[in-house]
């Protein structure tokens, strides 16, 4: 099995393969459970400019940003180069990681649990 770490968009989720088949339901599902989400401390120079302007104009703002490195394989990329995120249970897995939990424990204060 290979994993791939990038920060921003990995590659196989840019790169579509059109000759490549679909993967089956339980590669699917094998796949989700081995996706993590590592924070990366730092956020770039666009989302610090973001968060200033949100506290000039939102005087009462919360915004949290933190940037995450995918550690994917080769079915998630599939399904990811396709925009089809949710059929690969993309969002219940970064929403569940405990890389989310680590990197903005402030989402889960008083939280037994799930967002």
């Given at each position: 099995?290979?994993?791939h770490r990038s920060?921003g968009v990995a ?75 949710d059929e690969l ?27």
């Amino acid at each position: 099995m290979e994993f791939h770490r990038s920060v921003g968009v990995a590659d196989s989720w840019k790169d579509i393969d059109w000759d490549a088949r679909r993967p089956s339901l339980q590669e699917a599902i094998d796949s989700a459970r081995r996706l993590r989400f590592v924070y990366q401390p730092h956020i770039g120079d666009a989302c610090q400019v973001l968060l200033a302007r949100l506290h000039e104009t939102h005087v009462n703002c919360g915004a949290l940003t933190a940037t995450f490195a995918v550690q994917d394989d080769a079915t998630s990329g599939w399904f990811a180069s396709r925009n089809r995120f949710d059929e690969l249970g993309l969002f219940d897995a970064f929403l569940g990681s405990p890389g989310l939990r680590d990197a903005l424990p402030q989402l889960f204060e008083g939280d037994s649990g799930g967002l």
